[in-house]
């Protein structure tokens, strides 16, 4: 079979397909034959050697991905027969990019019907993520909510989470592709947070906000901090465009300013499973939106990992086999 191999860690061109032997599952394992797997930001970061923290230090060589969609094709012992066949996602460690995966049959969750593989790859990761930070920040209704990205896999779903509770949504994001899927989503507002002076422009027009979900970092996550109002809350649950947002503790303080960061988010692990078969009931009863944006054939990862880093993703990008 076809599997993604990191032998040195570096650009897009270290993902290299090769070819293994199919797997066996052992005792409480089964093997998913891969429908669709999901590109992570996070992979990207493993990739070049940056894992963030020791949770994600992963040593050489390594097969990446985190998670896949697809059907049981074989049990091992112990695993009920009947499973065969089942449509499952596999929320596992690595190995993911790759025609057929082995997981235990504990990281596994039951595709509902009406999702296809890709449409609940969405939920696996970025629909628990986006459930988590929603819970963590407390949205309330008539608040005003700035998401950033806005057009992401994570923050597609913030926009929606946030509009579902009657919060107003003023979506951030760069290109005017990006500003009108956050707009079809419900966003109330939008700005493209690739021109210069974006952040004055929202001041004036809509003054400071609620609530900012920062899915990005750096100059950009700095720049959305300056806009929460007083008493408000920011969340920086990633760095899609740079390192984590550096929030200074005294001005956060003096403003009222509650801030979570990476740290807070990773502690909120253990309902990690609840939020994602919560995502995934709202999306198959359609109340949730998975927006998959760019599908590449597996053996083109390196593609998939450079338009990610590139931001030219609208949406969620899958690897299909």
């Known amino acids: 079979m076809l599997v993604i191999r990191v032998d040195e860690f570096g650009g897009p061109e270290v993902l290299q397909p090769v070819e293994?032997?199919?797997p066996v599952p052992g005792p409480g394992e089964v093997v998913v034959e891969v429908e669709a797997a999901g590109v992570l930001t996070l992979d990207t970061l493993i990739r070049r050697g940056g894992?963030?923290?020791?949770?994600?230090?992963?040593?050489?060589?390594?097969?990446?991905g985190r998670g896949a969609a697809g059907r049981i094709r074989a049990v091992g012992a112990g695993v009920d027969p009947g499973r065969l066949g089942q449509r499952v996602l596999a929320d596992v460690e690595g190995g993911a990019y790759a025609e057929q995966l082995v997981a235990p049959v504990g990281a596994l969750l039951p595709v509902p019907e009406g999702l296809e593989a890709a449409e609940a790859m969405v939920m696996l990761h970025d629909g628990g993520t986006a459930l988590a930070v929603f819970g963590d920040v407390g949205v309330r209704p008539g608040e005003l909510v700035l998401v950033l990205p806005a057009a992401g896999g994570v923050g597609s779903l913030l926009v929606q989470l946030a509009r579902s509770t009657g919060a107003r949504v003023l979506a951030a994001a760069r290109g005017a592709e990006k500003l009108a899927l956050a707009r079809s989503l419900g966003a109330d507002l939008a700005v493209d947070y690739g021109e210069a002076g974006w952040a004055d422009a929202v001041r004036r027009r809509v003054g400071l906000v609620d609530?900012?979900?920062?899915g990005v970092g750096g100059a950009?996550?700095?720049?959305?901090?300056?806009?929460v109002a007083e008493g408000g809350r920011y969340s920086n649950y990633g760095m899609a465009g740079g390192p984590p947002?550096?929030?200074?503790p005294a001005e956060a303080y003096s403003r009222g300013v509650s801030v979570r960061g990476l740290e807070q988010l990773a502690g909120s692990g253990g309902g990690r499973r609840a939020r994602q078969e919560r995502m995934l009931r709202e999306a198959a009863a359609?109340?949730?939106?998975?927006?998959?944006?760019?599908?590449?054939p597996l053996a083109k990862a390196a593609d998939a990992h450079t338009a990610l880093q590139d931001r030219e993703i609208v949406g969620k990008a899958v690897l299909v086999p």
């Open 20 to 22: 293994v032997p199919d």
């Open 51 to 64: 894992a963030p923290g020791p949770r994600f230090a992963t040593p050489l060589p390594y097969f990446p």
């Open 211 to 214: 609530v900012v979900v920062d």
């Open 220 to 227: 950009l996550g700095r720049a959305a901090f300056g806009l």
């Open 245 to 248: 947002t550096e929030v200074d």
């Open 286 to 296: 359609g109340r949730i939106r998975p927006v998959v944006g760019r599908r590449f």
